[in-house]
């Protein structure tokens, strides 16, 4: 009987359904407000020619060129101005880096070991209002920052927008833009494509005003819901007793 027993636990371990791991969007109209800088936009000075209205003194003094090595999702309407919005850590993980940086001004990243070991940035923060500390522990949806205000110092001067990062690894990189699309693709994931790859569709904090209740969400499937049971909770015991 007793002999048995490990056998018959390994068995209820193999059998045993992995709970999903909880990834949602970083920011509210994720998808429907990235109508700049995608993944890739290679930005040179052509480029900020024509952009010249989101770029005052003409970008100076962090012009940047380069390839985009995220996604820019924009809060640049006029009712977004003064507006809170909330920024979330996309799953759990752990708080590396919270400063200030040319470029960005406030700058948040967690370091992620599941689903993949990734880190996530967070760039155009106010820094002051950050409500979490490095080496903090934070669970998927929380609240870790809010967008600066448009255009000024505590964002570098940039537009009200989040710049959205998700770096291949577990190491610290705060590079907004790569030279060439080689290290681009070695060192950088398409956000869009990590969270979509890991069911997050969902936008946190649905429209809470009713000028953005207007604006249209795309179709959005509920993010898959962690359910942890007794059963769930015995079986991670008994496969820590294995592993
Ligand atoms: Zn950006």
């Not at 109508?35 to 900020?48: E, P, S």
């Not at 693709?185 to 969270?195: G, H, I, M, Q």
């Amino acid at each position: 009987m007793y002999r048995s027993l490990p056998v018959f636990l390994l068995a209820l371990c193999l059998a045993a359904p992995v709970p999903a791991l909880a990834v949602t969007l970083p920011v509210e109209r994720y998808f429907t407000n990235q109508t700049l800088k995608g993944y890739g936009t290679v930005v040179d000075d052509a480029y900020h020619e024509r952009h010249r209205d989101l770029f005052p003194n003409n970008g100076f003094p962090n012009r940047f060129t380069g390839i985009h090595a995220a996604v820019d999702v924009e809060f640049t309407r006029p009712a977004d101005a003064r507006r809170e919005v909330p920024v979330r850590a996309v799953t759990g993980g752990t708080v590396i880096y919270v400063d200030d940086v040319a470029g960005y001004g406030g700058l948040v990243i967690v370091r992620h070991a599941k689903p993949e070991p990734v880190t996530s940035l967070y760039g155009h923060i106010r820094l002051r209002d950050v409500p979490v500390k490095v080496g903090q522990r934070v669970r998927e949806g929380q609240r870790i920052a809010t967008l600066g205000a448009p255009f000024s110092a505590e964002i570098s001067g940039a537009r009200k927008h989040l710049h959205f990062g998700i770096h291949k690894g577990p190491g610290l990189d705060i590079a907004g833009h790569e030279q060439t699309r080689e290290r681009l693709l070695a060192e950088w994931y398409n956000p869009n494509d990590w969270l979509r790859r890991h069911g997050a569709m969902k936008t946190p904090d649905p429209a809470p005003t009713a000028t953005s209740a207007s604006s249209p969400e795309p179709a959005t499937e509920p993010a898959t819901e962690q359910k942890t049971t007794w059963f769930d909770k015995i079986i991670d015991w008994f496969r820590n007793l294995f592993s």
